[in-house]
């Protein structure tokens, strides 16, 4: 396997993990792209406790940065500027280099299930432009079938079932808010170079209309094959103007997607 077969690999993987604690009810019905206007942006932190109590502090700061009209369709650029810590004692220490993630995004996409478009960009995009530390960036084009391609070559299955439990009043460090409660518990199972993994989780979802991505707080417990994982997100800001691409440099060019997936 090749190195960025094996980037995206591990992409997968962690859409997957994020997929299972983080979507949407069936009838729920968000709409993104009105809460969501260009250069609006959202700052969140999750926080992942292993099964040995080890805490890893992830803070994302999520962007809407333009929109434009390709063969008729509507897409718009987002970016996740992610970077990564280790908790230890209250104390936080950064773990490798900051990563940048700009995907071109279908309209539809956005109007569907917001959780997933936005913990899935590096798998639904039809280009995403990566940049890791000070590496200079990189553009894959073609990217849109990701997801669903490798979750066929995996042979993955994902079983899962939601529950609307309505509003709720609640407060993060970016402010009060009345929002919507979601509850989803299920399993998620795949193989990876021969190895089995079975993930089951039961997460709840917060989403309000007052944020741009409608992403307040999440809360879930993950098993995977018996390993028992916490997660919490919660809202730290947002803004409805002044995003911009973190990404300056012309990227170069990737493989399709086509090409990637069969090395």
């Known amino acids: 396997m090749n190195k960025i077969k094996m980037i995206f690999t591990a992409t997968f993987l962690g859409c997957c993990l994020l997929f299972v604690t983080q979507a949407n009810a069936e009838g729920y019905e968000f709409n993104m792209l009105a809460a969501t206007p260009e250069g609006s942006w959202q700052l969140r932190e999750d926080t992942n406790t292993d099964h040995k109590g080890r805490q890893t502090v992830t803070s994302i700061k999520t962007s809407m940065l333009s929109s434009e009209v390709r063969d008729g369709e509507n897409y718009y650029w987002m970016e996740m500027v992610i970077n990564n810590f280790k908790l230890k004692k209250g104390k936080r220490k950064p773990t490798g280099d900051q990563a940048i993630i700009k995907s071109l995004m279908p309209a539809d996409v956005l109007s569907g299930d917001p959780a997933n478009a936005m913990t899935n960009m590096r798998g639904l995009g039809k280009e995403i432009v990566i940049q890791n530390g000070k590496d200079d960036p990189m553009i894959i084009r073609g ?106 440099k012309t990227p170069r060019e990737l493989p399709s997607m086509k090409n990637i997936l069969s090395n």
């Not at 079932?161 to 998620?188: C, M, N, W, Y």
Request: aromatic share 6%.
């Open 143 to 248: 990217a849109g079938g990701l997801a669903g391609a490798m979750m066929k070559s995996f042979g993955t299955e994902v079983n899962f079932a939601f529950s609307d439990l309505g509003t709720e009043q609640i407060e993060v460090p970016a402010g009060q808010f009345e929002a919507r409660k979601i509850s989803g518990k299920g399993t998620t199972e795949t193989t990876v170079i021969f190895k089995k993994i079975k993930v089951e989780s039961d997460s709840v979802v917060w989403m309000s209309e007052a944020v741009p991505f409608g992403m307040v707080k999440a809360e879930g417990v993950s098993i995977v094959n018996g390993k028992e994982s916490t997660n919490s997100t919660i809202l730290i800001d947002h803004g409805a103007s002044g995003a911009s691409s973190l990404i300056t």
